[in-house]
């Protein structure tokens, strides 16, 4: 059973540039959510995506975007980067809470994103 | 403002030795969660608790969550090399399925 896997693993860009991370959930999961993480800090949530659309979103600017596929894949767009979206982007994949009653959410390995 | 405070912060200690981290809110959740990440990966859930003064026990870890579901605890005994790690408190305080996440006790256990 594959569990959550996402790519690339690692990305170099410059500021200005736009980037796009993917993300494939764990089998029989149907909601993703996407989270920032900072070196040796707790990660923080930018959205989640459940049948396509956003549900929920954090404190991120609109430069952050994201899309579900009907596979229930996503993907992450950061546009006109900056030098602070330098971080480890973590998907994380469940069934929808309110279905499951519960938010166990299971992580990829994460995308290292480096901005000079 | 940090919703879930942890600490410490960071901790080295010697193999054998016992510890304690602590997760700590002003706010009630209906759950909090445990997950430790090591370096390169992503953060892996070690145990959910619900139920206010629940002690769960995963080998020689020991989870307790507060009775007024405020505040958390983990404890490990004769910790391992093997322990080392980012551990994360985390818990959704909405109920809406957004985690919201301590900042985390970096765990260094020295041979």
């Known amino acids: 059973d594959a569990g959550v896997t996402q790519s690339p693993t690692h990305l170099i860009k410059t500021r200005g540039q736009q980037v796009t991370l993917r993300c494939s959930p764990k089998?029989?999961?149907?909601?993703v959510s996407w989270y920032q993480q900072a070196l040796g800090q707790g990660p923080q949530f930018i959205f989640q995506?459940?049948?396509?659309?956003?549900?929920q979103r954090g404190n991120f600017p609109d430069r952050f975007s994201g899309h579900q596929f009907p596979n229930y894949s996503s993907e992450l767009n950061v546009n006109a980067l900056l030098l602070g979206d330098s971080a480890l982007y973590l998907c994380?994949?469940?069934?929808?809470?309110?279905?499951?009653?519960?938010?166990?959410?299971?992580f990829g390995a994460g995308t290292r994103l480096s901005v000079l | 403002t940090q919703l879930l405070e942890q600490s410490p912060q960071f901790l080295s200690i010697q193999e054998g030795e016992n510890l304690t981290v602590y997760c700590n809110s002003s706010?009630?959740?209906?759950?909090l969660q445990w997950y430790r990440q090591e370096p390169g990966e992503g953060p892996v859930l070690l145990v959910t608790?619900?139920?206010?003064?629940e002690v769960k026990k995963l080998k020689r870890l020991t989870f307790q969550f507060g009775d007024a579901r405020k505040d958390s605890s983990l404890h490990i005994t004769a910790a391992q090399p093997g322990d080392t790690g980012l551990y994360l408190c985390?818990?959704?305080?909405?109920?809406?399925?957004?985690?919201?996440f301590g900042q985390g006790t970096t765990l260094q256990v020295k041979p």
């Open positions: 994380a994949s469940s069934l929808l809470f309110h279905i499951s009653g519960k938010n166990i959410q299971y």
């Open positions: 089998s029989g999961h149907d909601t």
């Open positions: 995506y459940y049948e396509e659309e956003e549900r």
């Open positions: 706010s009630v959740f209906s759950s």
């Open positions: 608790v619900v139920t206010g003064g």
């Open positions: 985390a818990g959704d305080p909405s109920n809406t399925g957004k985690l919201i």
